[in-house]
């Protein structure tokens, strides 16, 4: 498989010539990052915070970065999923707490904050699913970074926690994702003692959609990626798009009367009707992603 990686790209400069292919001819025309490694392998875009030596911060630099890069695979046109993961021992410990004590200033402290919701938007209008692999711990911005993806695979020792209260500072915008993702008295628990939660009680919670021994995280990781991968990208990403949206719908019944369009404008798409083909005939589907 052909493999296109980008890592330690710092400026945006160099973003003008990425845009107009995202291809591997194109990419490699890139200066890397700095934090994290970005890799394209046949669609599916591998999104690595690799600091471990800050226990994989979320920095401004770090932010920036990550904001740069969901906004290039949110306008590709080749990306079928995402694939979030880390390296060391601890997937994000949340801000970097360095850059908010009273020496810096608050105008920075607002940029750090404002930076990271501007990139839980991104993730919310990625139009193909987010996959986080979590081992180890996912604390604060960290967590609330795991709460935003569409799936999550977690080894059974990776811990979650909202720990700012321990130290002053309240997880307000981590609880906005957390408490959307999970009971309000779990959610309570864990924004008010800072304590933190299990792999298998987050499972139970919804935070996380899979739990496995460490040693198993990467096969059954790459089997959920492989099962995206090979589904018609139209209807992926017409399937995101809908599910999204008639979650926010406090109507049921108008989401049904939504959902029933969106099928028979599904049942259009030359994909859909290869499958159904397939299956009368007994044969896997070929799709051509149209």
Do not use: W
Request: proline share 4%.
């Amino acid at each position: 498989m052909a493999m296109t990686v980008y890592r330690k790209f710092s400026q945006i400069k160099g973003l003008h010539s990425f845009k107009k292919g995202f291809s591997s001819s194109a990419a490699t025309q890139l200066e890397p990052f700095k934090l994290i490694k970005f890799a394209n392998q046949n669609g599916v875009y591998n999104v690595q915070l690799d600091s471990p030596s800050t226990r994989n911060a979320l920095s401004l630099e770090m932010l920036n970065e990550l904001h740069t890069t969901f906004k290039m695979v949110n306008e590709a046109k080749d990306s079928r999923c995402v694939l979030l993961s880390s390296t060391g021992k601890v997937f994000s410990a949340g801000h970097n707490l360095k850059e908010l004590t009273k020496d810096i200033p608050q105008t920075h402290h607002g940029l750090v904050f404002s930076t990271c919701t501007s990139l839980m938007k991104l993730l919310l209008e990625c139009p193909v699913p987010v996959v986080a692999k979590v081992d180890g711990i996912a604390a604060a911005a960290g967590c609330q970074l795991v709460a935003m993806c569409d799936i999550v695979v977690a080894s059974s020792h990776s811990t979650f926690s909202t720990p700012g209260v321990n130290l002053g500072l309240f997880c307000s915008t981590p609880g906005v994702a957390v408490a959307r993702s999970i009971p309000m008295k779990l959610a309570s628990y864990m924004l008010y003692t800072g304590l933190p939660i299990s792999a298998d009680e987050a499972l139970k919670a919804g935070l996380v959609s899979r739990v496995v021994k460490a040693e198993q995280l990467e096969s059954e990781t790459q089997k959920v990626i492989e099962s995206i991968r090979e589904k018609s990208l139209p209807v992926i990403r017409l399937g995101k798009q809908f599910l999204q949206r008639q979650i926010k719908m406090n109507n049921i019944m108008e989401a049904y009367k939504e959902g029933e369009s969106v099928m028979m404008n599904n049942l259009q798409l030359y994909d859909t009707q290869e499958g159904l083909q397939s299956f009368g005939e007994k044969r896997k589907p070929e799709f051509q992603d149209k």
